[in-house]
Nanobody
Framework: QVQLVESGGGLVQPGGSLRLSCAAS????????MSWYRQAPGKQRDLVAL???????TFADSVKGRFTISRDNAKNTVSLQMKNLKPEDTAVYSC???????WGQGTLVTVSS
């Protein structure tokens, strides 16, 4: 089973940028959809962005125009570029591939001054 490992989280000031990366232990080409989810403290896990094998993208309304998702099937990586970050973007961000389901362990993003 393909393992997913996220990196790039950290502390950033409001208005700042971060780039999250998800590295797979094997090929991500088998996954039709690669996604980023996030879970804030005390809240449910929500879809942030999704990209299909063909490159079609979907974003949560709250991040449209600020976040970009990309996938590199040759390098087996998926990235989430986040700009103009807001305190409400603070959460644990997890990489997901499907089908079948594969999850990373998550990386914490904290947006605070």
């Amino acid at each position: 089973q393909v393992q997913l490992v996220e990196s790039g989280g950290g502390l950033v000031q409001p208005g700042g940028s971060l780039r999250l990366s998800c590295a797979a232990s094997g090929s991500i080409s088998s996954f039709y959809a690669m996604s980023w989810y996030r879970q804030a403290p005390g809240k449910q896990r929500d879809l942030v962005a999704l990209i299909t094998r063909e490159g079609t993208t979907t974003f949560a309304d709250s991040v449209k125009g600020r976040f970009t998702i990309s996938r590199d099937n040759a390098k087996n990586t998926v990235s989430l570029q986040m700009k103009n970050l807001k305190p409400e973007d603070t959460a644990v961000y997890s990489c997901h591939g499907a089908p079948p389901d594969a999850w990373g362990q998550g990386t914490l993003v904290t947006v605070s001054s």
